[in-house]
């Protein structure tokens, strides 16, 4: 299976901290995607970065890829209290021609006001 | 900004009976998807699916599953037989290409099987 597995499963920070969270996974891949859950919702879709990608932005987020240690991290700078959810990383494999994501069981970020 | 949207939000029903989920997808976009999150639990793949027809499915897809697109723009997944184990929130999600394209999920709509 190539499921990426988040890492932690809970983070509670105080609002302006940054937050990293980490997603590891098994096999070869063409792209790992962050998405965001808010309780109850559905799920929203971050950043995706493609297996030739090392690192790529978007406003507070920050997300690497190093497929030599076949992980990526999340980072949230400057957190806010609006940014409590849910973090999840979903990969797409190499082989077998198959680009279903694969989600793992997520972050849990709670940031404090 | 177009999204997807999937109704009911909210679906309650007896064991055994049979529940249809809908979904429209963003109008442009080609594949759609079916997606199931046990409460606490990862979000599991169901169905793809693409010109009309299924493209790749999970072992939860079973014989009591089965997808269909009626029209230009529903998009709905039906259980034919509800168990309790069916209890979930169902996502559905579109995307205009195969791979390495985001995907745009809907709401979810919330199964629970009494």
């Known amino acids: 299976s190539q499921q990426g597995e988040e890492d932690p499963q809970a983070l509670s920070i105080q609002e302006g901290e940054n937050a990293t969270m980490n997603c590891s996974y098994k096999?070869?891949?063409?792209?790992l995607q962050w998405y965001r859950q808010n309780s109850g919702r559905g799920l929203v879709h971050l950043i995706l970065i493609r297996s030739n990608e090392r690192e790529k932005h978007s406003g507070r987020l920050r997300v690497t890829l190093d497929t030599s240690k076949k992980s990526s991290s999340l980072l949230i700078t400057a957190s806010r209290a609006a940014d409590t959810a849910s973090y999840f990383c979903?990969?797409?494999?190499?082989?077998?021609?198959?680009?279903?994501?694969?989600f793992g069981r997520g972050t849990s970020l709670i940031v404090h006001p | 900004e177009p999204e997807v949207t999937q109704t009911p939000s909210h679906q309650v029903t007896q064991m055994g009976q049979e529940v249809i989920l809908r979904c429209v997808p963003i109008s442009n976009h080609l594949y759609f998807y079916w997606y199931r999150q046990i409460l606490g639990q990862k979000v599991e793949f169901l169905v793809s699916f693409y010109n009309n027809e299924i493209s790749e499915k999970s072992e939860i897809f079973d014989d009591q599953f089965s997808v269909e697109r009626p029209d230009g723009s529903n998009f709905t997944l039906k259980i034919r037989s509800t168990k309790l184990e069916d209890s979930a929130m169902y996502f559905c999600a579109s995307t205009t290409v195969k791979g390495g394209a985001t995907q745009y999920f809907g709401p979810g709509t919330r199964l629970t099987v009494l």
């Open positions: 979903a990969t797409d494999g190499a082989s077998g021609g198959s680009y279903i994501p694969t």
């Open positions: 096999t070869s891949i063409n792209n």
